[in-house]
Nanobody, 124 residues
Framework: QVQLVESGGGLVQAGGSLRLSCAASGLTFSSYAMGWFRQAPGKEREFVAQMTRSSGTTYYRDSLKDRFTISRDNGKNTAYLQMNSLKPEDTAVYYC?????????????????WGQGTQVTVSS
C-alpha cells in the first residue's frame, strides 16, 4: 500500500521553528519528486516547496524561500520541511506530495500521491 505520512506539526510561538517529516512507504521513493503544500482555512491549497528525485534541485514559493528548507533522505524514504522564523500567517495544514514528473512542479495537479496532512499553528 502506497502511503505518505506527515508528522512534526504542532503549536509554536511566532519566531519559532518546526521540522515536518514525510515518511513514504510502498513505493520507490527515489523515483518521486517530493513537494510540500499548505492549506489555511478558507483558502486554496498552495505550493510551498519541492525537491527533485535526485535532491539536485529545489523550488520554493518566493515568499518562503528565506525561511523554509526542503530536504530528503532517499535512504530513509523521508522528506523534510524545516520551517524557521514562523509567523501566524504560516498557520495551515501542511501536506506532502509525490510526483513522478520532472522539473518544476508547483501545481497541486502535478502530484498523484498525497499525505493526510499535519496541522501547524503559529501563535502571536
Amino acid at each position: 500500500q502506497v502511503q505518505l505520512v506527515e508528522s512534526g506539526g504542532g503549536l509554536v510561538q511566532a519566531g519559532g521553528s518546526l521540522r515536518l517529516s514525510c515518511a513514504a512507504s510502498g513505493l520507490t521513493f527515489s523515483s518521486y519528486a517530493m513537494g510540500w503544500f499548505r492549506q489555511a482555512p478558507g483558502k486554496e491549497r498552495e505550493f510551498v516547496a519541492q525537491m527533485t528525485r535526485s535532491s539536485g534541485t529545489t523550488y520554493y514559493r518566493d515568499s518562503l524561500k528565506d525561511r523554509f528548507t526542503i530536504s530528503r533522505d532517499n535512504g530513509k524514504n523521508t522528506a523534510y520541511l524545516q520551517m524557521n522564523s514562523l509567523k501566524p500567517e504560516d498557520t495551515a495544514v501542511y501536506y506532502c506530495a509525490g510526483s513522478r514528473q520532472y522539473g518544476s512542479l508547483t501545481s497541486r495537479h502535478m502530484y498523484d500521491l498525497w499525505g493526510q496532512g499535519t496541522q501547524v499553528t503559529v501563535s502571536s
